[in-house]
């Protein structure tokens, strides 16, 4: 069954909520919740050829990542442009600069509308994508939080003044709109799992707080199930494609063509293993570099790709790193 959850964002977010990191926040809140044996036996499940919890990244409410595809033919985007530049000079020139300025930066739009993409999912196209965007205008859009810089300094234990050099230094951090909503997709091979996912927030993720200085405000989190949400975005009569919903590495990859942005993951580890060891002695937060794929890519395949749990990502075997997926499937229409 699938879900989609509302996150509304009470405080400054220090961390993303992707999808891998979601998932180690969840291993977490099980381990406290249930214990150690509880853990392992989610992990086993996990690590299956059919796992039986998947979900998404986070994303601005109403709206799905932008998927890879190459862009339309020449031909195709001066077409284009000299449409939404119709209204906006006097002769062809005119209207194909300002047209090809406008498309530029309907290219460079990171979200696309969930309803947009139930309109397109039969016949996804760049062409028609730019269009839906296009008419959607530049006020609804998803606001970006406000990044600020914040000091800070180290003092030193000698005679508790500030270190020098190199004691004063500065983190980045993330405001949202007052109300900002993002949304976590999800898919439940039955109640259990989707009864331990809404435990798991609820009971051990939203009072302690999401990610990096949960213990000076960052991550404050509200969850609740989104009752309006209509599921039809994951059905498809005959998909010819999927776009990833999460922070993915894939299990094979796929024979057809694919498009994606890669992103390099420099992962740490959280909990009590961020003080001391997984075997008690001393901190070793740092897993290994992990090559992952972003949200929106896209795979040409009758079949929805299939991510897999990381092994081998840090010196203890122990610790694992999701690379599972969610995709949502769609008919490509080509190029054009």
Request: hydrophobic fraction near 35%; aromatic fraction near 12%; proline fraction near 8%.
């Given at each position: 069954m699938?879900?989609?959850?509302?996150?509304?964002?009470?405080?400054?977010?220090?961390t993303?909520?992707?999808?891998?990191t979601?998932?180690?926040?969840?291993?977490?809140?099980i381990r406290?919740?249930?214990?150690?044996?509880?853990?392992?036996?989610?992990?086993?499940?996990?690590d299956?050829h059919?796992?039986?919890?998947l979900?998404?990244?986070?994303?601005?409410?109403?709206?799905?990542?932008?998927?890879?595809?190459?862009p339309?033919?020449?031909?195709s985007?001066r077409?284009?442009?000299?449409?939404?530049g119709?209204?906006?000079?006097?002769?062809?020139?005119?209207?194909?600069?300002l047209?090809l300025?406008?498309?530029?930066k309907?290219?460079?739009?990171?979200?696309?509308?969930?309803?947009?993409?139930?309109s397109?999912?039969?016949?996804?196209t760049?062409t028609?994508?730019?269009?839906?965007?296009?008419?959607?205008?530049?006020?609804?859009?998803?606001?970006?939080?406000?990044s600020?810089?914040r000091a800070?300094?180290?003092?030193?234990?000698?005679?508790?003044?500030?270190l020098?050099?190199?004691g004063?230094?500065?983190?980045?951090?993330?405001?949202?709109?007052?109300?900002?909503?993002?949304?976590?997709?999800c898919?439940?091979?039955?109640?259990f799992?989707?009864?331990?996912w809404e435990r798991?927030?609820?009971?051990?993720i939203?009072?302690i707080?999401?990610?990096?200085?949960?213990?000076t405000g960052a991550?404050?989190?509200?969850?609740?199930?989104d009752?309006?949400?209509?599921?039809?975005i994951?059905?498809h009569?005959?998909p010819?494609a999927?776009m990833?919903?999460?922070?993915?590495?894939?299990?094979?990859f796929?024979?057809?063509?694919?498009?994606?942005?890669?992103h390099?993951?420099?992962?740490?580890l959280?909990?009590?293993?961020a003080?001391?060891?997984?075997?008690?002695?001393?901190a070793?937060?740092?897993?290994?570099?992990?090559?992952m794929?972003?949200?929106?890519?896209?795979s040409?395949?009758p079949?929805?790709?299939?991510?897999?749990l990381?092994?081998n990502?840090h010196?203890?075997?122990?610790?694992?790193?999701?690379?599972?997926?969610?995709c949502?499937?769609?008919?490509?229409?080509g190029?054009?």
């Open positions: 699938y879900a989609r959850y509302n996150l509304r964002i009470k405080s400054r977010l220090q993303p909520l992707q999808s891998d979601i998932f180690g926040h969840l291993c977490w809140a406290d919740l249930d214990g150690e044996a509880a853990l392992t036996d989610f992990l086993k499940s996990m299956s059919s796992p039986p919890l979900f998404s990244s986070g994303f601005p409410h109403g709206f799905l990542p932008r998927p890879v595809l190459p339309p033919s020449r031909q985007t077409t284009l442009a000299l449409q939404i119709h209204n906006l000079a006097d002769h062809e020139q005119g209207r194909l600069f047209g300025s406008r498309v530029k309907l290219m460079n739009q990171p979200w696309v509308r969930v309803s947009d993409w139930s397109l999912q039969e016949n996804f760049h028609g994508l730019l269009h839906a965007l296009e008419a959607a205008g530049s006020e609804d859009r998803p606001k970006a939080p406000t600020l810089a800070h300094v180290s003092l030193s234990r000698q005679d508790n003044r500030v020098d050099p190199g004063l230094y500065f983190t980045r951090e993330h405001w949202y709109p007052e109300n900002t909503y993002l949304d976590v997709y898919w439940f091979a039955d109640n799992w989707q009864d331990l798991a927030w609820k009971q051990a939203c009072p707080g999401f990610g990096k200085d949960k213990s991550g404050r989190l509200d969850m609740h199930r009752q309006d949400f209509d599921p039809s994951f059905t009569p005959e010819t999927w990833n919903l999460s922070h993915a590495c894939l299990e094979e796929p024979v057809g063509r694919c498009w994606y942005r890669p390099l993951k420099l992962g740490k959280g909990g009590t293993f003080v001391h060891g997984p075997d008690g002695g001393r070793n937060p740092f897993k290994k570099p992990i090559l794929q972003e949200p929106g890519s896209v040409l395949s079949n929805s790709p299939q991510g897999r990381l092994s990502v010196t203890d075997e122990r610790i694992r790193h999701s690379g599972l997926c969610l949502i499937p769609f008919a490509y229409g190029s054009a």
